[in-house]
């Protein structure tokens, strides 16, 4: 079964520039996540979909960080303007309920570097 | 709040030892645990959970973790470690209050021949 895709795998852009990234979740599967990882720490949860609906977002920089996933399906997750702190690694991830007990599926992430 | 500590940076084991990777949490309810490998220029993969019942579980790759409610700890254990479980590991917990998976802040493993 294929997995979740990510695009771009880096991206290099200077600070108050924008960024976008996207992602395609396994297919059927209709939890999606969006994780911030700074190198030497664990992935930061941002935000959290249920289909196409926002079950958290409680952890998203919402001044500069939007995301949408508007038919359910594939996501965008942007920052205007990017700030140096905003370098990390980006992971996409799905899980086919968003069930407390459920293992959540990676893609391979976007690294993101602000100068 | 829920929160997850791993307190070691680094293990060193040498291969064909036994490895312990600890992880302790702190959280209000029945926690969800979890343990997730990183490679290399990879994503995150999972190794095993514990939800509820037997406290030792087993996962992938022949790793194995013991949940201890008292101590609230799940550490993962592997009798004989491969030069090849050389990565970065993490240990998440999940509870229904709250229901996002908080990670801990990685523990590499280096294994050496």
């Known amino acids: 079964e294929a997995g979740v895709a990510q695009s771009p795998r880096y991206k290099i852009i200077e600070k108050r520039q924008s960024v976008a990234f996207w992602c395609n979740p396994i297919s059927g599967h209709a939890t999606l996540y969006w994780y911030q990882q700074i190198l030497g720490q664990g992935p930061k949860l941002l935000i959290q979909f249920q289909n196409n609906g926002v079950v958290d977002d409680s952890q998203l920089p919402k001044d500069r960080f939007s995301a949408e996933r508007l038919k359910g399906v594939d996501s965008t997750l942007k920052i205007q303007p990017a700030k140096l702190e905003d370098s990390a690694v980006y992971l996409c991830?799905?899980?086919?309920?968003?069930?407390?007990?459920?293992?959540?599926?990676f893609g391979s992430g976007t690294q993101l570097s602000v100068l | 709040a829920q929160s997850v500590a791993q307190p070691e940076d680094q293990v060193n084991v040498a291969e064909g030892n036994p490895l312990t990777v600890k992880c302790t949490y702190s959280v209000s309810g029945n926690p969800y645990l979890f343990w997730y490998v990183q490679y290399p220029n990879r994503g995150l993969q999972f190794l095993l959970k514990?939800?509820?019942?037997?406290?030792l579980v087993k996962g992938s790759y022949g790793f194995e973790a013991e949940f201890n409610k008292s101590q609230t700890s799940f550490h993962l254990k592997k009798p004989s470690a491969l030069v090849s479980d050389s990565a970065l590991y993490f240990c998440?917990?999940?509870?229904?209050?709250?229901?996002?998976?908080?990670f801990g802040a990685g523990t590499r493993l280096a294994v050496h021949p």
């Open positions: 514990y939800i509820t019942g037997d406290n």
């Open positions: 998440a917990v999940r509870v229904k209050v709250y229901n996002k998976l908080i």
């Open positions: 991830a799905s899980s086919l309920e968003g069930g407390l007990n459920e293992k959540l599926f």
